[in-house]
């Protein structure tokens, strides 16, 4: 884990809330999956759309924050069809914390 890459992605609120948002994204996403088929489960992922949309920003911003994140280890991204869908990487963040409970 590089804390400095994770520190630098999470020093940014849009990509501090996009953390946050994808914590609970049932409550956050409430029709997050309203592109897939009912038989096709990517649990707890997001569409870049919908995140995009939640954020207000450009969709150029939000995937070059969503890459940002993902290269960082915070995210995880899963491919059906035309959208990608993405959610924590719940064992980074865990990482993270013990880092700063143990470490600073």
Wanted: charged share 25%; proline share 3%.
């Amino acid at each position: 884990m590089k804390q400095i890459e994770l520190f630098k992605v999470l020093s940014n609120e849009t990509r501090l809330n996009i953390l946050q948002w994808l914590k609970e994204p049932e409550k956050h996403f409430p029709e997050q999956q309203a592109h897939l088929p009912k038989e096709v489960s990517i649990e707890g992922g997001v569409c870049v759309g919908d995140i995009q949309e939640k954020a207000r920003a450009s969709q150029s911003t939000v995937s070059h924050y969503l890459n940002m994140m993902q290269k960082a280890g915070l995210l995880e991204s899963v491919r059906y069809g035309q959208w990608t869908y993405y959610r924590r990487n719940e064992e980074t963040i865990l990482q993270l914390a013990e880092f700063l409970k143990t470490e600073i």
